[in-house]
T-cell receptor, first 117, second 113 residues
Framework: AQTVTQSQPEMSVQEAETVTLSCTYD???????LFWYKQPPSRQMILVIR??????QNATENRFSVNFQKAAKSFSLKISDSQLGDAAMYFC??????????????FGKGTKLSVKP | DTEVTQTPKHLVMGMTNKKSLKCEQH?????MYWYKQKAKKPPELMFV???????INESVPSRFSPECPNSSLLNLHLHALQPEDSALYLC????????????FGPGTRLLVL
């Protein structure tokens, strides 16, 4: 079975600084997709960034970028120039395109990010 | 427009009540999902509908009954719930079931007394 591990329950960053959130996963599949979702307190879960496993190039979205290491099964999220609005719970998630579990999102336990002014 | 709407935002119900949660999207998505999220935990998948047919039921108790009347609408009927069912219920949708990004609604916060 696939698993997603986020080893940092909480992280803190100073405003305007850079922070990296860690995520590792375990799978025997070759075709899969990885996501980072952000869930602010009492607010909606939104997609931050996604990565297709077949793509070697790391995904970027403005201040957000990933370091995707397929062989190491690692998928970390880097937030540059952190802003107060980045404070949230961040979930790493995995899905594959195979069989009965097609499209099922498997989430890590989350990392709570605090941003200090 | 990547909006998924859910009603009501909050719901308090007794263990003998019957209530329904509603989810709607107008993005032309053909896959819709129900998740349950307890406090400080990740979402847990409950049901998946693909092209209005139930694809996955993750061993959810029968007191939760999903319904997909059309491609834009997803309901979750609740009956005889237990206090441990209190949680945030999230709806999500994606263009198709599979690798497509899921877009989440704001959720319904349910309290069972």
């Amino acid at each position: 079975a696939q698993t997603v591990t986020q080893s940092q329950p909480e992280m803190s960053v100073q405003e305007a600084e850079t922070v990296t959130l860690s995520c590792t996963y375990d799978t025997s599949e070759s075709d899969y997709y990885l996501f980072w979702y952000k869930q602010p307190p009492s607010r909606q879960m939104i997609l931050v960034i996604r990565q297709e496993a077949y793509k070697q190039q790391n995904a970027t979205e403005n201040r957000f970028s990933v370091n995707f290491q397929k062989a190491a099964k690692s998928f970390s999220l880097k937030i540059s120039d952190s802003q107060l609005g980045d404070a949230a719970m961040y979930f790493c998630a995995y899905t594959s395109n195979y069989g009965g579990s097609q499209g099922n999102l498997i989430f890590g336990k989350g990392t709570k990010l605090s941003v200090k002014p | 427009d990547t909006e998924v709407t859910q009603t009501p935002k909050h719901l308090v119900m007794g263990m003998t009540n019957k209530k329904s949660l509603k989810c709607e999207q107008h993005m032309g998505h053909r896959a819709m999902y129900w998740y349950k999220q307890k406090a400080k935990k990740p979402p847990e998948l409950m049901f998946v509908y693909s092209y209005e047919k139930l694809s996955i039921n993750e061993s959810v108790p029968s007191r939760f009954s999903p319904e997909c009347p059309n491609s834009s609408l997803l309901n979750l009927h609740l009956h005889a719930l237990q206090p441990e069912d209190s949680a945030l219920y999230l709806c999500a949708s994606s263009y198709i079931r599979g690798w497509e990004t899921q877009y989440f609604g704001p959720g319904t916060r349910l309290l069972v007394l």
